[in-house]
């Protein structure tokens, strides 16, 4: 049986949210499986406290187990009973960008079950900035375990219809609010010494992280060996992905056109002469960029594309996240 659809117009009040997610929270309260939005993408979540419901998840999208899971939860309070310790530069990082898209790694809690750490003895934890997650967690009064609602390998959903794409069955509930503010997903930062280390760079940014802690920026390059999920081949479409240097989108598009085989296009560069390629987004900055993303690789592969260009954008800013994920669907 495939999922169930819960849609949830704009303009909800907070008390037609709680009636609209009623359903949805008994779901995860009773074990079961429920795609949500967040402000960066939509998530699978389960209670991260049950491992049958989190092996469920790891089951539904074809995870490696090593791979460990973001713990959601309402505040810092709510994080407070899955760590062994919530470091002072934990409070400071919550405190500045939470609820937002920043992910904090703790020493875990014994009673995180370790299937939701991938074998870890640490957890991340965010607190996402969306009605809806948050009405979630209230409501079904567990934190909840939800790696972004893609298959394992595919680009994550930024959109209720990429999750239904890749879960025909698998997931009870999926919720609908249409799509993701952000697009990219959360920053994740291990808290555990004194000075924060950025394991996955993403929405937050090194510079604002900088601006709570100065030395986020001096950290360095991020330590890729310590977030396991980037061990993971990702987001890598059948078409073959072109990154064309910083403005020269266009001409590389015209070399592969002069090929003769269907090309795609996504760049800040606007192309203008536009006969023989398919537009997959024209974005105006890096952060709408990020924004369109994940749906024109979905889109290239919908329209059955051999080759998309996409344009670097500078390694700045929320630049540095877009161009690790470019890099990654290049593989
Ligand atoms: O924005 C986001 O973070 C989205 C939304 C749904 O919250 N979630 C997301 O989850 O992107 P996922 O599972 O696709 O990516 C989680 C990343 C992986 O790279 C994983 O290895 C890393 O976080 N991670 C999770 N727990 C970790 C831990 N204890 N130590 C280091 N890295 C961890
Ligand atoms: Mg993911």
């Not at 460990?68 to 919550?94: C, Y």
């Not at 875990?108 to 607190?127: S, W």
């Not at 239904?164 to 291990?190: K, N, Q, R, Y």
């Not at 990020?290 to 670097?312: C, K, P, S």
């Amino acid at each position: 049986m495939g999922p169930q659809r819960v849609s949830v117009p704009s303009g909800t009040t907070g008390s037609e949210l709680a009636a609209l997610l009623r359903p949805a929270a008994e779901v995860l309260r009773e074990g079961g499986v429920v795609a949500f939005p967040t402000e960066t993408v939509y998530g699978l979540g389960a209670s991260a406290l049950d491992p049958a419901a989190v092996e469920a998840v790891f089951r539904a999208k074809g995870r490696p187990s090593d791979n460990p899971l973001i713990v959601h939860v309402s505040d810092l309070d709510g994080a407070r009973p899955l760590a062994r310790e919530v470091t002072p530069l934990a409070a400071k990082l919550a405190g500045a960008f939470w609820p937002g898209p920043l992910t904090l790694v703790l020493d875990a809690d014994r009673t995180v079950p370790r299937i939701t750490t991938g074998g870890l003895d640490t957890v991340a934890v965010r607190a996402p900035d969306h009605a809806v997650a948050r009405e979630l967690i209230r409501q079904s009064g567990v934190p909840l375990a939800a790696p972004s609602a893609n298959r394992s390998g595919r680009p994550s959903p930024t959109t209720a219809a990429h999750v239904a794409a890749d879960f025909p069955a698998g997931v009870d509930i999926i919720v609908d609010a249409g799509p993701c503010a952000v697009g990219i997903e959360s920053t994740v930062v291990d808290c555990r010494g004194r000075d924060p280390v950025i394991l996955r760079p993403g929405s937050i940014t090194a510079e604002q992280l900088g601006t709570a802690t100065p030395a986020a920026l001096t950290g360095g390059l991020p330590d890729l060996a310590a977030s396991p999920g980037t061990r993971h081949a990702h987001y890598r479409p059948a078409a073959r992905v072109h990154v064309a240097d910083i403005g020269s989108g266009p001409s590389r598009v015209a070399e592969l056109v002069e090929q003769g085989t269907p090309v795609g296009y996504l760049g800040l560069t606007p192309v203008t002469d536009v006969s023989g390629v398919r537009i997959l987004g024209m974005p105006r900055d890096t952060r709408d960029l990020a924004h369109l993303l994940y749906a024109a690789l979905r889109q290239a592969d919908d329209w059955g594309l051999e080759d998309v260009v996409i344009e670097a954008v500078p390694p700045i800013g929320v630049g540095v996240a877009v161009m690790d994920r470019i890099r990654r669907a290049a593989g």
